[in-house]
């Protein structure tokens, strides 16, 4: 990474201060790029999925590891809902979404209630584990809500077997004008759902997977309690990477509880952060670190810099750590400040293997709040920060009275605010295709078939608020 001569000024930048210079090129198309990660921790896209409570589920680490990203469930799930959240992700397919599934004897309000817990738009309705009919919205409209669902499925579903090829399930599908397939195993019993873009996706994106070839995914520790023995608990849970997050990385309790995690040698990238500074990644690799992560105050839920004036401009704070990291062999990971896919490519060009958003990927389908309507018609989830009211209610939720009222008195970040379901893109695939294809393209412009030359190739300029103000497209003219 570079910049223009001249162009370095002598304060830290947002990723809204850069611009990418294009460069000459033999890269012509973007599917010529390899998005895959080098840090260790299997992913094939360079988007993790922060640990927040209202954005990191089950339905969310399916999909996206199916994608090639990786979810970290968050620190505050117990242990056991931990294990089973990992357990639900390694049985998944590779392939196939996993349908809400209901009974012929369920209501029509219960499949509406469900329905949009996936983005494929559909209930299977099954019977001796074998799909009879399928219900989505339409089949709801216009009908009772007591009314059962064996009295309203769509009998005439495309069914497929569960080995026949995305590409061949895409061929039935245009085929037959429709949008859904049922995958049904040799024995007929349900075996998933594929829509023409998953068919289509498939051939684009290779799933994050482990030594076993099942889907990743990983889990957050704090700094509290008896951090070893979680740890190695989640870790013997199936948690292909172990993230250990606090709001201050750069603390001697995190050192501490890092090295008595990493004198454990649990055989899987260890994680840890916040930090923002050079002497930061140096102090969390030293202790045991793999992957440092960096960002203090850039989220969309978080106030600490309203709050304490602590924080830094995150490029800045991404190309310092990552220049450190580099010279010590770890990795980074860019957390917080994402809105626009270039954002994504910046951080890559700064030196983050990987890139972590929240609040982004909790207005989606996927995300584990459920869907609600404003008055003006427009779908949205709530998100919350982990710092906030509302997660510290519940996280103290064990703690006396008096404990709660006194740690209430100390609460950053947003409670509750209303992220709005995107209807160009309203799944977390769709985030993802909009994502992967800014970054491919901002490789092709620089030259760059790897995440890896992106960062070497990069030459980078500064700009003003005007200049950043000129990029955004007028969809609705002058």
């Given at each position: 990474m570079q910049f223009l001569p001249g162009h370095q000024p002598p304060y830290d930048l947002t990723y809204d201060d850069i611009f990418l210079v294009p460069n000459r090129t033999e890269v012509t198309s973007r599917f010529d790029v390899d998005l895959s990660t080098s840090d260790g921790t299997g992913t094939t896209i360079p988007i993790v999925v922060a640990n927040m409570t209202a954005v990191a589920g089950r339905r969310m680490a399916?999909?996206?590891?199916?994608?090639?990203?990786?979810?970290?469930?968050?620190?505050?799930?117990?242990?056991?809902?931990?294990?089973?959240?990992?357990?639900?992700?390694?049985?998944?397919?590779?392939?196939?979404?996993?349908?809400?599934?209901?009974?012929?004897?369920?209501?029509?309000?219960?499949?509406?209630?469900?329905?949009?817990?996936?983005?494929?738009?559909?209930?299977?309705?099954?019977?001796?584990?074998?799909?009879?009919?399928?219900?989505?919205?339409?089949?709801?409209?216009?009908?009772?809500?007591?009314?059962?669902?064996?009295?309203?499925?769509?009998?005439?579903?495309?069914?497929?077997?569960?080995?026949?090829?995305?590409?061949?399930?895409?061929?039935?599908?245009?085929?037959?004008?429709?949008?859904?397939?049922?995958?049904?195993?040799?024995?007929?019993?349900?075996?998933?759902?594929?829509?023409?873009?998953?068919?289509?996706?498939?051939?684009?994106?290779?799933?994050?997977?482990?030594?076993?070839?099942?889907?990743?995914?990983?889990?957050?520790?704090?700094?509290?309690?008896?951090?070893?023995?979680?740890?190695?608990?989640?870790?013997?849970?199936?948690?292909?990477?172990?993230?250990?997050?606090?709001?201050?990385?750069h603390q001697i309790k995190m050192l501490e509880a890092l090295r008595s995690v990493a004198d454990l040698r649990l055989g899987v990238p260890l994680v840890a952060g916040n930090v923002v500074s050079a002497e930061g990644t140096r102090d969390l690799a030293a202790a045991g670190a793999d992957i440092i992560k960096v960002g203090v105050g850039p989220g969309a839920m978080c106030t600490t810099r309203m709050m304490t004036g602590v924080g830094r401009p995150q490029f800045s704070a991404v190309a310092e750590c990552a220049s450190a990291a580099k010279d010590l062999g770890v990795h980074i990971w860019a957390d917080g400040g994402v809105r626009h896919p270039r954002d994504v490519a910046l951080a890559i060009a700064a030196g983050a293997s990987n890139v972590m958003i929240g609040s982004w990927f909790a207005g989606t389908y996927e995300s584990p709040g459920d869907l609600r309507v404003d008055r003006d018609g427009n779908a949205y989830k709530e998100s919350f920060g982990m710092a906030s009211k509302r997660a510290v209610a519940a996280r103290t939720v064990t703690d006396n009275a008096f404990d709660r009222a006194r740690k209430a008195l100390f609460e950053e970040g947003i409670s509750s605010s209303r992220m709005r379901l995107d209807p160009e893109r309203p799944g977390v695939e769709d985030l993802i295709d909009h994502i992967c294809s800014g970054v491919r393209s901002a490789c092709t412009y620089a030259g760059a078939r790897t995440l890896g030359e992106l960062h070497d190739k990069a030459v980078l300029g500064v700009q003003s608020a005007a200049g950043f103000a000129e990029g955004r497209p007028l969809p609705s003219g002058w």
């Open positions: 399916e999909t996206v590891a199916r994608r090639g990203g990786i979810v970290v469930l968050p620190q505050d799930l117990p242990l056991g809902a931990a294990a089973d959240t990992i357990s639900f992700v390694k049985a998944r397919s590779l392939v196939a979404d996993t349908p809400v599934v209901l009974g012929p004897d369920h209501s029509v309000s219960e499949a509406l209630a469900l329905i949009h817990k996936r983005a494929h738009g559909a209930v299977v309705v099954v019977e001796n584990d074998r799909p009879i009919g399928v219900v989505t919205e339409a089949s709801c409209a216009d009908v009772d809500r007591f009314a059962r669902l064996g009295a309203v499925a769509e009998t005439g579903f495309v069914t497929v077997a569960a080995d026949t090829s995305p590409r061949e399930i895409f061929e039935t599908l245009e085929s037959q004008h429709a949008h859904l397939a049922v995958l049904v195993a040799a024995d007929g019993t349900l075996a998933g759902v594929l829509t023409r873009t998953g068919a289509v996706r498939t051939g684009i994106y290779d799933p994050a997977i482990d030594a076993s070839g099942k889907l990743r995914i990983a889990a957050a520790v704090g700094i509290n309690g008896d951090v070893p023995a979680k740890a190695k608990a989640l870790v013997d849970a199936g948690a292909d990477v172990l993230v250990m997050d606090t709001a201050h990385g």
